[in-house]
């Protein structure tokens, strides 16, 4: 069973301040996503990485795919109130169940103004 | 339609009773996904439809769930004879393609099921 450990589980920042969300298994993936998910809403996907050591950067949010393909960060410069909400990452399994995603059980972010 | 939807948005029930969910995905995405969200933990995988392949059942958490896709298109998650532990938030997703990359879900709103 692959399991994705998501750190830190709770963060409650000021606007302004930077911030890193870890998202660890100890299991490969063929791809790892990052979800955004608002109370009473469904998760909305940020990106996808799909090679080891592989950066994407979108506005203020960088994510990095680790070499192994067994951990992936989120960093967020200078947060905003509009930030605010559940970051999920997800792995995709690897093989031909690579549709099957595992996800982590999420970092709740507040960012106060 | 513009987006995943899913009725009803919220269901309470009784223990014991069935219940069905509904899902309607994006139009012309061949594969669509059920995963539950229980409180304080991840999205748990369900089942996965593709196309007219069979279904993808692994992740449903006792035969008193099922799910089927009628037309490849509209999709109903059903669970007899309820029990406390099946409140959770049921999820649907879809998708163009899948594979490394190609998986871009679009999720629902979700349907919020409470069993007293």
Do not use: M
Not at chain 2, 60 to 81: H, K, N, W, Y
């Amino acid at each position: 069973t692959q399991l994705l450990e998501q750190s830190p589980q709770f963060l409650s920042i000021q606007e302004g301040e930077n911030l890193t969300v870890y998202c660890n298994s100890s299991s490969v993936f063929s791809s790892l996503q990052w979800y955004r998910q608002e109370p009473g809403e469904g998760p909305v996907l940020l990106v996808t990485v799909v090679t080891g050591g592989e950066v994407k950067k979108l506005k203020r949010l960088t994510f990095q795919f680790g070499d192994a393909r067994k951990d992936s960060s989120l960093h967020i410069t200078a947060a905003q109130p509009g930030d605010t909400g559940l970051y999920l990452c997800a792995g995709g399994a690897s093989g031909g169940s690579n549709y099957k995603l595992t996800f982590g059980k999420g970092t709740l972010l507040t960012v106060n103004p | 339609g513009a987006g995943v939807s899913q009725s009803p948005s919220n269901k309470v029930t009784e223990k014991g009773k069935d219940v069905e969910l509904r899902c309607d995905p994006i139009s012309g995405h061949t594969a669509l996904y059920w995963y539950r969200q229980s409180l304080g933990q991840g999205l748990e995988f369900l089942i996965y439809f593709q196309g007219n392949s069979a279904p993808d059942k692994s992740g449903l958490p006792s035969d008193r769930f099922s799910a089927e896709r009628t037309g490849g298109s509209v999709s109903t998650l059903t669970i007899q004879r309820t029990q406390q532990e099946d409140s959770a938030v049921y999820l649907c997703a879809s998708s163009l393609g899948t594979g490394p990359g190609a998986n871009v879900l679009t999720f629902g709103a979700g349907s919020r099921l409470t069993v007293l």
